[in-house]
């Protein structure tokens, strides 16, 4: 049920872009996106839902394919303050009505002067 | 000033004692939600709550106990039941709708000796 993220680990150089995927294997209604700093909490990106919407950060990109049970999230021009462990929460259809999310296990991003 | 706390940053026990983890919110969320943090291993739901006296045990319940008396408070008590409990816990809290962002506290390290 938790969904799966690649890469698992990925270094870039200040000014290269990334992708970030997560995918389910369940019936997705929406799709979190989160970055976390060494030994802080969490920090909310993006949400995506099923249908369309968007609703985040100005600066990130991410799409949601549906029939896939996918997501992407697209870092452009990475600056050194992205570096984190980025997450994604996945909220189930079959959860209606009794709402969490399941987080995969991350993607460590480090980007290099 | 509006946000989630959760009290003590670090916390060490002894094995064998019970220990309670302090979340508390002054957003006005009715969902509320603990997470635990291992290396490598992302964001595991133990409990959470979509409305006052009301919670549902999460993927990885056994060992821990809550309350949600009132909307402000969610407190967790680790139980020495539970075989492993040395970890980052997470507090989080929601509106309470499908679509909703979850915000995390700054999260409390148990270490258990």
């Known amino acids: 049920q938790q969904p799966v993220q690649s890469p698992q680990a990925v270094i870039l150089r200040e000014g290269e872009d990334a992708v970030i995927n997560c995918s389910s294997s369940?019936?997705?209604?929406?799709v979190h996106w989160y970055r976390q700093k060494h030994g802080e909490a969490p920090v909310f990106l993006m949400i995506?839902?099923?249908?369309?919407e968007q609703k985040g950060h100005e600066k990130i990109s991410a799409s949601f394919n549906e029939k896939k049970q996918q997501s992407s999230l697209y870092l452009t021009a990475s600056q050194l303050s992205y570096s984190g462990t980025y997450f994604c929460g996945t909220g189930l259809i079959s959860n209606f009505g009794n709402e969490k999310l399941t987080f995969g296990t991350g993607t460590r991003l480090t980007i290099i002067p | 000033d509006g946000g989630i706390t959760q009290s003590p940053k670090y916390l060490f026990r002894k094995e064998g004692q019970n220990v309670t983890l302090s979340c508390e919110q002054n957003l006005n969320h009715d969902a509320m939600y603990w997470y635990r943090q291992d290396p490598g291993q992302g964001l595991r739901l133990i409990y959470y709550?979509?409305?006052?006296?009301?919670?549902q045990k999460g993927d990885i319940a056994e060992g821990y106990s809550v309350s949600r008396e009132k909307k402000e408070s969610f407190p967790l008590t680790v139980t020495s039941a539970q075989k492993n409990p040395t970890a980052f816990y997470l507090c989080?809290?929601?509106?309470?709708?499908?679509?909703?962002?979850?915000?995390f506290g700054p999260g409390t390290r148990l270490t258990v000796l």
């Open positions: 709550s979509q409305i006052v006296n009301d919670f």
């Open positions: 995506l839902l099923k249908g369309g």
């Open positions: 989080a809290t929601a509106l309470g709708g499908r679509t909703d962002t979850q915000y």
């Open positions: 369940k019936a997705l209604y929406s």
